[in-house]
């Protein structure tokens, strides 16, 4: 789409955007939100701008290949994350006990909530992305 | 003609059937639905405690119900995957070798 206003406002409003994402993901454990919301909206950038700039720029902004590597790899942080537990002679998936959990309501809280939540974040994103980069040259050919 | 009149009938049966269903449903509100059971009491009272986070919904989807959410990311994962399998045979831009028509 060649419309300049569109074009313009999208390039202003996505750090914002983006930030708020990134807002949403980190703050997942003490306001509403978490990964698969905020995953979504940092996905949802990206395809605004292909949506109105630029789908090879947006491409450029975050390759095919990589968001394909960080889907596969954050499953295996939160897997490996879980065997951590496993390996102090505890259940899968343990948390509060195995890793440190300082004051109530501050950001390192929650033990491996906030890992958990960003390799989440991270997933989702990326799934969004890939799914509609490869609908979208489906479409075009 | 009367396919459609078959149709409707069939609709009409089932929509009847399941707002008969709807009446057995708890009443919105009521303190004695199953959905106020000690489960959600203990959840609300323990998240501190257990999790040390405010927030109870990812205290349970991450720490208490970890195990399902592991189940999802690798539902999101068989997904994208099924659909990278499916599609970049069509794409220009898939990488790898391409099928031959």
């Known amino acids: 789409m060649n419309d300049f206003v569109l074009q313009t406002v999208t ?11 990134i807002f949403v993901v980190l703050n997942g454990h003490l306001s509403p939100g978490g990964g698969f919301a905020g995953g979504t909206i940092l996905g949802a950038s990206i395809i605004l701008y292909a949506l109105t700039v630029d789908v090879k ?12 590597m960080v889907e596969s790899a954050s499953v295996l942080v939160f897997v490996l994350l879980g065997l951590i537990s496993l390996m102090m002679g505890r259940n899968f998936l343990t948390n509060i006990g195995i890793f440190p959990s300082p004051e109530t309501g501050t950001l390192l809280t929650g033990g491996f909530i906030m ?24 479409k075009k050919s | 003609m009367i396919r459609r009149i078959v149709a409707t009938i069939m609709i009409l049966l089932l929509g009847t059937v399941l707002l008969y269903m709807t009446s057995e449903m708890p009443r919105f509100g009521d303190p004695a639905n199953p959905t106020n059971n000690e489960l959600s009491a203990r959840y609300m009272e323990d998240v501190i405690e257990d999790v040390n986070i405010p927030n109870i919904v990812t205290a349970i989807i991450t720490d208490y119900r970890a195990y399902d959410t592991l189940g999802e990311a690798t539902v999101l994962f068989a997904a994208i995957a099924s659909v990278l399998a499916v599609l970049a045979m069509h794409s220009d831009s898939g990488r790898g070798t391409k099928l031959d028509e």
Do not use: C
């Open chain 1, 57 to 68: 720029a947006a491409e450029g902004i975050y390759p095919d290949e990589r968001a394909e």
């Open chain 1, 11 to 21: 390039q202003i409003l996505m750090p914002f955007i983006q930030v708020y994402g």
């Open chain 1, 115 to 138: 890992p958990v939540t960003l390799a989440i974040g991270a997933k989702v994103a990326s799934t969004v992305i890939t799914l509609f980069t490869h609908l979208f040259e489906e």
